[in-house]
């Protein structure tokens, strides 16, 4: 089942504007990451976020979280053409067989020239 | 460092004919190994995952088994696949808690 649901499902902004990817989710996490998918490929590990932290950054990415909304924010700054690409929220969670990582239905974010 | 691998990239089987995926991790000891399966356009549906040989968890009952027989290979399998089996199917591993999950650059099966 999906954990997260992603908002939007699908982005399209001009080079160099901000893009804004929100994830809610459903239940207690061990921490929430996001990751990044180009067409057809594997998904490539961006950033986590633990569950006692509110804020990350990592080069031109900024995350959020807010676990009493259960919700994360992924802003993406200074957007390039090479960031168009589909965008999952992944929650974490520890469970008796062990950790397990469950994804949203992702973003889908198209940065035009 | 480590690394993932998994193929084949592509595969195309008849409905009927069994499956079976492999993947393996090099450079590191006792992973976590998933197998997430994803549909055109979709999110990942976590399928399997496993902490230790011989240990696995499946979050979706159905025709797909899981295997770990070795510390750093995780097997994917079906005695009979169906029309529904096709997607893109991703393995990934990560070490303990609070570590990003690293992916193989996936499976692309087709029934037909």
């Known amino acids: 089942s999906q954990q997260g649901e992603e908002d939007p499902q699908a982005l399209s902004i001009q080079e160099g504007e901000n893009a804004t990817m929100n994830c809610s989710y459903k239940t207690s996490i061990n921490n929430l990451q996001w990751y990044r998918q180009n067409s057809g490929r594997g998904l490539v590990h961006l950033i986590l976020?633990?569950?006692?932290?509110r804020e990350k950054h990592s080069g031109r990415l900024r995350v959020t979280l807010d676990t009493s909304k259960k919700s994360s924010s992924l802003l993406i700054t200074a957007s390039r053409a090479a960031d168009t690409a589909s965008y999952f929220c992944?929650?974490?969670?520890?469970?008796?067989?062990?950790?397990?990582?469950?994804f949203g239905t992702g973003t889908q974010l198209k940065v035009e020239l | 460092s480590q690394t993932i691998h998994q193929w084949p990239a592509t595969l195309v089987q008849p409905v009927g004919s069994p499956l079976s995926l492999e993947c393996t991790v090099e450079?590191?000891?006792?992973?976590?190994l998933y197998w997430y399966r994803q549909a055109a356009g979709r999110g990942l549906q976590l399928l399997f995952y496993?902490?230790?040989?011989?240990?696995i968890s499946s979050e979706v009952p159905q025709n797909l088994s899981a295997s770990r027989p070795q510390d750093r290979q995780f097997i994917l399998s079906s005695k009979k696949l169906l029309l529904s089996d096709s997607g893109f199917y991703l393995c990934?591993?990560?070490?303990?808690?609070?570590?990003?999950?690293?992916f193989g650059s996936g499976t692309r099966l087709t029934v037909v």
């Open positions: 976020i633990r569950s006692n932290e």
């Open positions: 450079g590191t000891s006792n992973p976590n």
């Open positions: 990934a591993w990560s070490p303990p808690s609070n570590y990003g999950y690293t």
């Open positions: 992944a929650t974490e969670t520890i469970t008796g067989g062990g950790n397990k990582l469950t």
């Open positions: 496993s902490v230790g040989i011989g240990q």
